[in-house]
């Protein structure tokens, strides 16, 4: 078997099996669109999903989201959007590194979903130089729940229910993975049947609704800095 061909077929390992979904009652928060950093003062939103299983929006939560620099804490105001979907609206009154904190609500659990630290830039400051690829991939990562399923070495400080494959040193041809995040239900690796539990389950990985720069970045990432070609004019 040729090295490429390898490569495809331990890509059909990223998705999860349905039966991984019958454990326990835990959830995924899978943030909408991550902002690469925030301007003191300035009201911020921050929209995000909440899934049971990774796959089931649930409805009805009251989910806590702050955010934390040193000993300053900022509480959110949350709202309830659409199927499963909650907005949180802070405002971050200093500029520096901010982490965000979201506890879902569900169970009445306290488990927290912190993401990585967010810059926050000084009102009339300008932008902070755009993230290679792999470091915006590895935000995301977290950001999108990627954690809550997969072990991966540079994530090793969140906790994580491993239902899906450890991709620890893994490398995947690049353009397959980008078409796989994009949409799993079309990608023939998921309907390998010899790929679930006992060899007869089908594999699945919800739809995210990643966009293309974001894909880019999570190849990226998961790679070990080895991005999509035709969509590598950010990793710079």
């Known amino acids: 078997m040729c090295r490429r061909s ?17 454990f326990g009652g835990w959830i ?37 989201v702050f955010a934390r620099s040193g000993s300053a804490v900022i509480e959110a105001k949350t709202s309830t959007t659409a199927n499963g979907h909650y907005a949180a609206t802070m405002t971050l009154p200093r500029e ?13 659990g306290t488990k927290s ?20 690829d792999a470091l915006r991939g590895k935000h995301l ?11 991966h070495p540079e994530t090793s400080d969140w906790e994580t229910t491993s239902v899906g494959p450890n991709l620890t040193g893994r490398r995947y041809v690049p353009e397959v993975l980008a078409a796989f995040l994009d949409d799993p239900d079309k990608s023939p690796l998921s309907q390998n049947p ?10 699945r990985m919800p739809r995210l609704g990643l966009d293309p720069r974001e894909i880019t970045a999570l190849v990226a990432f998961v790679n070990g800095g080895n991005g999509v070609a035709s969509h590598a004019g950010s990793n710079r």
């Open 113 to 132: 979903t912190p993401l990585m630290p967010l810059q926050v830039v000084a009102s009339g400051a300008a932008a902070p130089r755009p993230m290679r």
């Open 96 to 108: 520096g590194a901010w982490t965000i904190d979201i506890r879902s609500g569900f169970m009445n």
């Open 194 to 203: 010899k790929s679930g539990i006992g060899g007869t389950t089908y594999v």
């Open 6 to 22: 390898i490569r495809i077929t331990t890509l059909a390992l990223i998705a999860l099996p349905p039966a991984a979904f019958a």
């Open 141 to 151: 990562f977290v950001a999108k729940g990627c954690i809550t399923c997969h072990v």
């Open 28 to 64: 995924v928060v899978t943030v909408d669109s991550l902002p690469e950093y925030a301007v003191a003062g300035t009201p911020m939103t921050l929209t995000f999903a909440v899934r049971q299983h990774g796959m089931t929006p649930l409805n009805d939560l009251r989910p806590y």
